[in-house]
Structures are given as structure tokens and as C-alpha cells.
């Protein structure tokens, strides 16, 4: 089992987004990484069998001397835009049904807060440069999905495959979950993750952790939760404890990804309360044991 628990990370309280950002596509799994740059080093973003450095100011340099003392890494490219550019428009608070999502460099004082319905759920999130702001629709329905359960079950523990930003491990312990487990494969997405679990004061409910999804499966929890790649979908699905859960929130699915998982739901008796599907495209399920 490969997993990593955090117990504490450092923060920087000058909440502010990223500038431009300079980004070095390595090929390579070049791993945490931290060890090699300087304080301009953001984090690495693994996908496949690449890696994304993110870094505040240029690092033609430093990356040219770690791919020179670690030849098993190449440069593929680089880039530079701006935060809003990576992020695909500008990070900004947001009314997701109950939920009131709010960057903190947009928070001075809590004003922006204090202005949204006094019985909204407010939740501040630093989404860095991982996704998982809020804006995507797998996202929202979960969001949906976790406001519906939540208004009608009482709901002690969680386990949240695929955290991201940790935005609905932060949403269901605003809800009244006292045990969360928000787990994610990606260094970069947990210690994001962490970070926002200390913003929001909920160390002592959420716990985040880096490792395969696939390896907590079997941990005991009223709920699980996973919006993830189809991939690891189909592999948690097939893990022992599984369906072991009472209540699932199930998303990241296209049309036939949702069929085949909903034919092993109902295979192994589990079923489908309420069912999202935006635009015939993105699908989200949620479910409970028979």
C-alpha cells in the first residue's frame, strides 16, 4: 500500500491567486519533487506517464539541471500563461444550491461571505492549480447529491476517492460528517487539499491522505464518494469492501461508463435513487445498498 498521512504541512496565510504561471511538461514521473527546486516551485501534477512543474517565476535553470542529473526525464515543452488562463476563466465565488464557495483572496474580513443567504453552507477553497473549483457539472451534482442525502440521513462517516481540492470532503463535514477520509493518488491535489481543510478549520474532521484509491475501499464508512476517472472506477468497484458502504455518490461518468456501472450496481444490490445526467453527457449516481 502506498500512502502518505498528513499531519502538518506549512501554510502561507498572504492568500493571494498566482500571477503567470510557468509550467515544464516533463516526461517522466518526476514524483513530490520539492527537494530539487526553490521557493518558486509550486508542485508537480502526474498524469500518465508525464509530469506538470508548476513554478511563480521562470525556471528554464533549474529544470535544465534536474533533467541533466536524472537523464531518465526529458523536457517535452513548456509554457507560461496566467492563473485565470489555466483555470479556464477567473476564480471567483460562486452559489453551487446550498453552497456558498468563495476564494480566500476574495474573503477580506469574510465580507464577501457575510453578503451570501445567511443559511447558505460557506466553504472557502484555494483550488491552487489543481481542478476542482466547483465550476465542472460532475462537481455540482455531487454538490446536489450530497445536499439531498444529507437533508434526509444522518451521515457520520465519509470516504472521498479522488478529493481533488477536497471541495466535497470540505461539503459534507460542513453538513455534520464528523469522520472524513478525502484521498487522493495526486501529492499535488492532497496537500491542496490539506490546505483547504485547515482554511475551512475542519482538522478534526477530515483526514487527508495520499494513496490508491483502490487500497481504502475497504475502510468502514456510511458514504462513499467518487468523482474519478473511469479507470479507477472500474477498479474501486471490484475492490473487496465496496459494497460493503450504505450510501454511494458516484460520478465522472459518460453515457456508456454509467451503463456498465449501473449494471454492477444492480448486480451486487445496490440501487440508484436519484441519477444526473447533464446534457445527455456527464452522469452522476446516487445509490444505496439494497
Known amino acids: 500500500m502506498k500512502s502518505k498521512p498528513f499531519a502538518i504541512i506549512s501554510e502561507n496565510h498572504d492568500y493571494r491567486p498566482y500571477e503567470d504561471l510557468y509550467i515544464y511538461y516533463v516526461k517522466g514521473r518526476a514524483g513530490k519533487a520539492d527537494k530539487f527546486f526553490g521557493p518558486a516551485f509550486i508542485g508537480n501534477w502526474e498524469e500518465d506517464d508525464f509530469s506538470f512543474l508548476f513554478f511563480t517565476e521562470p525556471a528554464d535553470h533549474e529544470v535544465a539541471h534536474f533533467i541533466e542529473k536524472h537523464p531518465q526525464f526529458a523536457l517535452a515543452d513548456h509554457y507560461r ?120 478549520d475542519l482538522l478534526t474532521n477530515i483526514v487527508v491522505l495520499q494513496g490508491y484509491a483502490e487500497d481504502f475501499v475497504t475502510i468502514p464508512a456510511d458514504l462513499l464518494i467518487a468523482n474519478i476517472h473511469y479507470d479507477v472506477m472500474q477498479k ?34 445496490v440501487k440508484i ?9 456527464w452522469y452522476t449516481f446516487l445509490c444505496r445498498r439494497a
Not at 274 to 281: G, S, V
Request: aromatic share 12%.
Open 81 to 200: 500563461m496566467t492563473y485565470e488562463e489555466w483555470q479556464g476563466g477567473r476564480v471567483a465565488p460562486m452559489t453551487v444550491g446550498r453552497f456558498y464557495i468563495c476564494p480566500p483572496w476574495d474573503c477580506p474580513g469574510n465580507e464577501p461571505l457575510l453578503k451570501c443567504n445567511e443559511n447558505a453552507i460557506k466553504i472557502l477553497m484555494d483550488p491552487g492549480v489543481v481542478f476542482g473549483t466547483g465550476f465542472h457539472t460532475t462537481t455540482q451534482d455531487c454538490l446536489e447529491a450530497l445536499s439531498w442525502l444529507f437533508s434526509r440521513e444522518s451521515i457520520d462517516s465519509v470516504l472521498d476517492l479522488g478529493t481533488g481540492t477536497g471541495l466535497l470532503a470540505l461539503a459534507a463535514a460542513k453538513m455534520g460528517c464528523n469522520r472524513c477520509l478525502a484521498l487522493d493518488f495526486n501529492f499535488l491535489a492532497a496537500k491542496t487539499a490539506f490546505r483547504n481543510v485547515c482554511l475551512n
Open 236 to 269: 474501486i468497484i471490484k475492490a473487496d469492501g465496496f459494497f460493503h458502504k450504505k450510501w454511494f455518490i458516484l460520478s465522472g461518468l459518460f453515457r456508456t461508463q454509467a451503463r456498465h456501472i449501473a449494471d454492477e450496481l444492480t448486480k451486487n444490490q
Open 273 to 281: 435513487i436519484k441519477q444526473w445526467d447533464k446534457d445527455n453527457i
